[in-house]
């Protein structure tokens, strides 16, 4: 539920940004993997142990200030993990708003980058006796590669984000971004 105040107050924090730079604001979005591992124990059904991949998505804008610096955020979908306990199947979802400050390194047709910052995320856990739900801010870092042709770029990143209730939780996408 906090995720749900904090995002509005993120995206109305940035748009000053975005409108006093029109030529160097971007917008676009990924497509991808998700990869999750964790263990929920203490559940009255035995331990849950996911380590699956899910279809994942993001929708980015961003603005760059200067040749080296840009701020981006977005929304993400890590997608739905699947895992069977006891017979019993479980999905988790997991949903989340970001916000980056990115380092690129431009070299006419090929942008690399990293990246650093916050998600703010809502987790969902059904199946079970009960359904489990979660939210939280974490932090969250990446790197990749955009191959620019004009205004379009193909992006492809990898990203990590540190979640204390997951071992692992990362995302490997390829997208398109507009910028103008």
Known sequence: MKMKLYAPVILICFFPLLASAKQNVYFGGCVGQS????EISDLEEGDLELDENGFAFKLLAGVRMGSILALEGGYRSFGTVKSKMADINVESNM?????HAIGNIDMKLLILFAKAGVLLWDQEVTGLSEEITDEGSDFCWGFGAAFRLGSLSVRAEWERFEVDSYDRLSTLSVG?????
């Open 176 to 180: 398109l971004v507009f910028g103008f």
């Open 35 to 38: 990869y999750v591992q964790t």
């Open 95 to 99: 949903t989340g708003y970001d916000l």
